[in-house]
């Protein structure tokens, strides 16, 4: 019996992007296509099998840079809460680019609250895993900062539950500007763990 659960909602993909090098900053070159294979999108610096641990996993791992499995491959947005975050912070728009987006869709309303396992799979087939929420941080505060002066110090509380989620690679394929996405999800979490 099937777990995951097609839903009617779908998605447009509005933005597709890669960001190149992690020191060189957090900005996203954008593209029309890209490959997608176990590791993540082609050129992306924050691809890989796995990845030193961070200060988001310090209650599991309190040493940063033990080797984890890269569950956070892909940062995934909705361009409805990008535009609900750039009016909130007195933008009239928030490029992708700016808070180093890999995936902007368009269609699911209160796109950051999806479950976590839930898939998003391209009518390609592409599937990608959705791990978690991503919590804004300073980093996209600054560059907003810097190419919009007066208006990134406010990011983090204005993207706070619309910042996206994080997704790993599930079936590699191609995605393509303009393919949908449809939104598969898990059963209902149990809450006796918490």
Same mark, same amino acid.
Not at 91 to 95: G, M
Not at 113 to 121: E, G, Q, T
């Given at each position: 019996m099937p777990i995951l659960v097609p839903t009617d909602f779908t998605a447009e993909i509005v933005y597709l992007g890669i960001v190149p090098d992690r020191e060189a900053g957090l900005v996203s070159t954008p593209l029309e296509t890209v490959a997608v294979d176990w590791t993540g999108f082609a050129g992306e610096c924050h691809g890989g099998l796995t990845r030193p641990s961070c200060s988001r996993v310090t209650s599991q791992y309190p040493k940063k840079g033990v080797e984890i499995r890269n569950v956070r491959q892909l940062s995934v947005l909705s361009a409805e809460e990008l535009e609900a975050i750039a009016a909130k912070i007195g933008?009239? =728009?928030?490029?992708p680019e700016w808070v180093g987006a890999n995936l902007v869709l368009r269609g699911?309303?209160?796109?950051?609250?999806?479950?976590?396992?839930? =898939?998003?799979?391209?009518d390609g087939g592409v599937a990608l895993t959705v791990d978690m929420e991503n919590a804004p941080c300073q980093l996209p505060a600054r560059v907003i900062e810097d190419l919009a002066p007066g208006h990134g110090k406010a990011f983090k509380s204005a993207a706070k539950g619309k910042r996206g989620v994080t997704a790993w690679v599930e079936r590699p394929g191609a995605l393509s500007l303009g393919e949908r996405m449809r939104l598969h999800v898990p059963p209902p979490v149990k809450r006796r763990w918490i």
């Open positions: 933008l009239e =728009r928030l490029p699911i309303e209160g796109f950051t609250d999806v479950p976590p396992s839930s =898939r998003l799979i391209s």
